[in-house]
């Protein structure tokens, strides 16, 4: 069934250093993979997402990785800034199912 | 609309009594989730709409939540008797395609 396990459950990193959270699953049919991030007593929003004929996708800081083989995908957030901390959920869909099941979530603090 | 909108934001009931919680999706996606958010914790789904599909109910709770979406639009989650561990955010989310946007959600705070 639908599984995937996030790491780590909370991230504390300098301002401007990188910040990776891992996610793994076990469906190899799993087919696209949303990052979203929740800031405090706010709704989850979309930051970036990759489907599974993609190895790898950009936007400014933020990147994810996708290896399908190894059936992980990770999120890479570069120079980082205050107002990057928050809870970051990795999640997934499963072709022909369609539900998307989400990770435990990391919250992630960004020291000044 | 702009945007994936809950009703209401905050609702304080008795325990015991029925709740129902409104999600209006984005106009045009086919399909629809409900989650439930803990304090502090992860996303947990409860079910899912597609189309005229019949809905993903797997992770309802408890005979107690049931949902329904007329007319492929408009979805209402009903929770009966509701317990104090039904306390949580209730986040609604519609998608098109691949990509899913969430409501504000609906804190629920049975007293």
């Known amino acids: 069934g639908e599984n995937v396990e996030q790491h780590p459950s909370t991230l504390s990193v300098q301002e401007g250093d990188s910040a990776v959270i891992k996610c793994t699953y076990s469906?190899?049919?799993?087919?696209?993979f949303p990052w979203y991030k929740q800031e405090l007593g706010k709704r989850p929003q979309l930051i970036i997402d990759?489907?599974?004929?993609?190895g790898e996708k950009k936007d400014q800081r933020i990147a994810v990785t996708l290896n399908k083989t190894a059936k992980h995908f990770s999120l890479h957030i570069t120079e980082t800034q205050p107002e990057d901390s928050a809870v970051y959920f990795c999640?997934?869909?499963?072709?022909?199912?369609?539900?998307?099941?989400f990770g435990q979530g990391t919250r992630l603090t960004i020291n000044p | 609309g702009a945007g994936v909108s809950q009703s209401p934001s905050n609702k304080v009931t008795e325990k015991g009594k029925d709740v129902e919680l409104r999600c209006d999706p984005i106009?045009?996606?086919?399909?629809l989730y409900w989650y439930r958010q803990s304090l502090g914790q992860g996303l947990e789904f409860l079910i899912y709409?597609?189309?005229?599909?019949?809905?993903?109910k797997s992770g309802l709770p408890s005979d107690r939540f049931s949902a329904e979406r007329t007319g492929g639009s408009v979805s209402t989650l009903t929770i009966q008797r509701t317990q104090q561990e039904d306390s949580a955010v209730y986040l609604c989310?519609?998608?098109?395609?691949?990509?899913?946007?969430f409501g504000q959600g609906t804190r629920l705070t049975v007293v």
């Open positions: 469906d190899s049919a799993s087919n696209y």
């Open positions: 990759i489907r599974s004929n993609v």
């Open positions: 999640a997934l869909t499963i072709r022909g199912a369609q539900k998307l099941v």
């Open positions: 106009s045009g996606h086919t399909a």
């Open positions: 709409f597609q189309g005229n599909s019949a809905p993903d």
């Open positions: 989310a519609s998608r098109i395609r691949v990509q899913a946007f």
